[in-house]
């Protein structure tokens, strides 16, 4: 009888995301941004192999998918306005065109630091998508023989709080 068993593989990323308040003094609108501490789980189902088969390249593939991107990084949505202000124009050109053909992340550097840019609202349940995406198309490529599948993914907003994202197949 064949066995599995899942294996978790967890990442922490150090987000800031941009948002918007209302000052209330001389009834302005101000922008704001909020830092974040996510943790995102990464669960993965593997045939069970003897001798045990070696999981580093997971590693690999989330840290490129994930942490390359989005850790000490600003995550911002290519449709905002604030965009504009905070890149030079020609990057911004750039950005508005190459949204439009991405799914995924784009990273520039600005006046505020390193900008994940995605081409929807930087909301855990649409990060958590996105990277499950990424990752499984990563995934898809690798060795056949391994039997492994990325099942689901969690991204964890605050010790109480997550997102879970498992595609239904």
Known sequence: MVQYF???YCVDLNIT???NYTYI???????????YRYRVECTCKVKYQD???DMSFLKGIFKAEILDFCDHATI???QDPFLKQIINPTDYTEVI???QKRKQFLIKNSKIGKLCITPFKPSSENLAKAWYESINNKM???NPTFEVKFEKI??????????EYQPNI
């Open 6 to 8: 899942n294996i978790t």
């Open 17 to 19: 995301k941009k948002v």
């Open 25 to 35: 003094e001389e009834n302005r609108l101000e922008e704001g941004f909020v830092g």
């Open 51 to 53: 001798p045990p088969l």
């Open 76 to 78: 911002i949505d290519y």
């Open 97 to 99: 065109g190459e949204e």
């Open 140 to 142: 898809t490529n690798i």
């Open 154 to 163: 969690k991204v964890w907003e605050t010790n109480n709080w997550y997102t």
